[in-house]
């Protein structure tokens, strides 16, 4: 597609479940990016890709959060026995690579936690 | 942790008017940049002003950066009620593939 696409766009769950977050990013691009909106904390950075690597993790909130990316393209983030502090916009983004090209975002997927 | 604050938090002007937006960063940096949300939307990229510029435009954007005051201002012109969104800056520092964002700016623009 022409933008960057996550899915689910809304997602409900019980506290202690596993879910999956998938980001297909702009065709082409290398790097890759997840972040993470909530009303307490704003926008945070978890993860970044530039290809199927993940220079930095630095922004995992925890250890249950791990993210794969396989073919240099699609990204999955996955959050281990939800806890409802987990609530919030999974946002992600792609770029060209590089420090001066914008990101491009997708809408997010909305995870609510019950 | 955040590294930029708008400011202000919150604006609400009559279309026409012009609309600034300031934010301010914490340590040095690559490049700033200028994302607009829309309610339950992504970012959007507005613009980007590398660290070795002052000034740039882009249509009816206009953004400075004073690196020696870590500072940027966003000034929309002839605001449309369309512009009503949140207004985010962000920096990318060093080698560091990931932004760091502010708090945002909500401007609301009344036909």
């Known amino acids: 597609g022409a933008g960057v696409s996550q899915s689910p766009s809304n997602k409900v769950t019980e506290k202690g479940k596993d879910v999956e977050l998938r980001c297909d990013p702009i065709s082409g691009h290398t790097a890759l990016y997840w972040y993470r909106q909530s009303l307490g904390q704003g926008l945070e950075f978890l993860i970044y890709?530039?290809?199927?690597?993940?220079?930095?993790k630095s922004g995992l909130p925890s250890d249950r959060f791990s993210a794969e990316r396989t073919g240099g393209s699609v990204s999955t983030l996955t959050i281990q026995r939800t806890q409802q502090e987990d609530s919030a916009v999974y946002l992600c983004?792609?770029?060209?690579?590089?420090?001066?090209?914008?990101?491009?975002f997708g809408d997010g997927t909305r995870l609510s936690i019950l | 942790s955040q590294q930029g604050e708008e400011d202000p938090q919150a604006l609400s002007i009559q279309e026409g008017e012009n609309a600034t937006m300031n934010c301010s960063y914490k340590?040095?940096?690559?490049?700033l940049q200028w994302y607009r949300q829309n309610s339950g939307r992504g970012l959007v990229h507005l613009i980007l002003i590398r660290s070795n510029e002052r000034e740039k435009h882009s249509g009816r954007l206009r953004v400075t950066l004073d690196t020696s005051k870590k500072s940027s201002s966003l000034l929309i012109t002839a605001s449309r009620a369309a512009d009503t969104a949140s207004y985010f800056c962000?920096?990318?520092?060093?080698?560091?593939?990931?932004?760091?964002f502010g708090k945002g700016t909500k401007l609301s623009v009344k036909p």
């Open positions: 983004a792609s770029s060209q690579g590089g420090n001066n090209q914008p990101q491009h």
């Open positions: 962000a920096t990318l520092r060093g080698s560091q593939g990931n932004l760091i």
């Open positions: 890709f530039q290809g199927n690597s993940a220079p930095d």
């Open positions: 340590t040095s940096i690559n490049n």
